[in-house]
């Protein structure tokens, strides 16, 4: 027999004092009937009376020995993990500020952002990016600390203009190698516009590791403007920036990695295929459970205390 809180067995040290207590109190009881009361009213020919303070005595003993917790013997129960990491990848450049999806392309891409942090079933990290990536939450089991950072970003906001989707994937993979053992995959959210010269290098290494590079394009094949406070966005010779959604990159890093490519899944159940966490694990393991024991002296307190109710009366 053990015990999960043995430290509170100190207090049975109180016991013969409540014990002493109690007895001297049921004495003093019995002398003051006899000398007010009537034979008949103080009920003295309840014998068994006089045992009531040894049952109360047993009673808290019982008591406290049920409270200190006691367990004997233990029983496997089957736990059932799901593990996978999952890295979302978010382009922040600046043409993610134009709005041909009904409102800006970041936008859109937080939403979709949120609802697959908020799916995910294992950990999770968030990479933003313009030509350099910025890692702003590691692998993490708190979504809803990730789907709040997702909400945060603004374009424009790492300060580095240009849009590098091979080096934000990198970085993303530098996230995955920390546990080469875990299976994990990359989502990119971007609108394809790529001036980088590393996609190759990226699908290549995720492609070595196993990693699938899932993508969803985020905005308007039909072109857009750039909003600003000052009006539409313009390049160092004044013209007005017009910025293309484009599948093509994005496309060669899906297929390049098995991974999905997406465009616009703001449907009902568009984004589905990549809310299944196809990368999760499924893991059973199994752990001793203390098997409780206390039911035992906590019932044998309640008839205890019964039995001095019992024997109590006739000394109302």
């Known amino acids: 027999m053990t015990f999960r809180a043995p430290q509170l067995l100190w207090l049975l040290a109180l ?13 003093t009881r019995a002398r003051l009937a006899r000398l007010f009361a009537s034979e008949r009213l103080r009920g003295v020919s309840n014998t068994a009376r006089g045992l009531r303070p040894w049952l109360l005595g047993l009673a808290l003993t019982a008591a406290l020995l049920a409270l200190a917790g006691p367990y004997a013997g233990f029983s496997l129960v089957p736990i059932v993990a799901r593990e996978a990491n ?13 709005e041909d999806v009904g409102a800006s392309r970041l936008t859109g891409a937080k939403a979709l952002a949120t609802r697959l942090a908020n799916a995910q079933q294992g950990r999770i990290a968030l990479i933003v990016f313009e030509a350099q990536p910025d890692v702003i939450s590691p692998l993490t089991t708190d979504t809803d600390a990730v789907a709040a950072l997702i909400d945060t970003v603004q374009p424009g906001e790492i300060g580095q203009p240009g849009s590098d989707v091979g080096n934000a994937i990198l970085s993303a993979m530098r996230l995955i190698e920390t546990e080469p053992g875990q299976k994990a995959d990359i989502v990119v959210l971007s609108d394809g516009e790529d001036q980088g010269t590393r996609v190759a290098e990226a699908v290549q290494r995720a492609r070595s590791r196993g990693v699938e590079v899932s993508a969803i394009v985020v905005g308007s094949s039909q072109g857009s403007t750039i909003p600003t406070p000052q009006g539409p966005l313009r390049d160092t010779t004044g013209d007005v920036v017009t910025t293309y959604a484009r599948s093509d990159v994005l496309g060669e890093i899906a297929r390049g990695t098995g991974g999905r490519l997406l465009e616009n899944p703001f449907a009902q159940r568009a984004l ?27 019932a044998f307190a309640f008839f205890a205390l019964l039995g001095g109710s019992l024997l109590h009366r006739g000394a109302e």
């Open 15 to 27: 016991v013969p004092l409540a014990v002493v207590f109690l007895v001297t109190r049921e004495r």
């Open 272 to 298: 589905d295929p990549l809310l299944g966490n196809g990368a999760s694990t499924e893991r059973q393991t199994h752990t001793r459970v203390p098997i409780d024991r206390y039911q035992w002296p906590l």
């Open 86 to 98: 999952r890295v979302i990848v978010l382009d922040v450049s600046h043409s993610m500020g134009a």
